[in-house]
Nanobody
Framework: QVQLVESGGGLVQPGGSLRLSCAER?????????IGWFRQAPGKEPEGVSC????????YYADSVKGRFTISRDNAKNTVYLQMNSLKPEDTAVYYC??????????????????????WGQGTQVTVSS
């Protein structure tokens, strides 16, 4: 059973930073999987925030987070990270990571529904508020 586990969410003030992690706990190696971060706020459609190819050669960012968020991966640790800086209240959402086998990063992020992907986690809450 594939287990993607997100961590690192929490409450932060506007302008602050958080680093989210997505780790695979069942033993599936993520080397062949593109990983994406998606978010969904109450009453809103899900959004593909950022995605990274399996070999980290390509990344994709939604316009809303460009210049503020950075996605990276450490295949040796089987973990993908999302560094979020200059957070805004509109970044408040549940953040999910998902995995797709050998998929281009932009293609992955354009499929916003979690069930469009091979695997996904349970999500971590990010709240940006003063």
């Amino acid at each position: 059973q594939v287990q993607l586990v997100e961590s690192g969410g929490g409450l932060v003030q506007p302008g602050g930073s958080l680093r989210l992690s997505c780790a695979e706990r069942s033993g599936l190696l993520l080397n062949y999987y593109a990983i994406g971060w998606f978010r969904q706020a109450p009453g809103k459609e899900p959004e593909g925030v950022s995605c990274i190819s399996n070999n980290a050669r390509s990344t994709y960012y939604a316009d809303s987070v460009k210049g503020r968020f950075t996605i990276s991966r450490d295949n040796a640790k089987n973990t993908v990270y999302l560094q979020m800086n200059s957070l805004k209240p509109e970044d408040t959402a549940v953040y999910y990571c998902a995995a797709d086998y050998l998929t281009p990063s932009q293609t992955m992020c354009n499929s916003r529904g979690l069930r469009d992907h091979d695997y996904w986690g349970q999500g971590t809450q990010v709240t940006v508020s003063s």
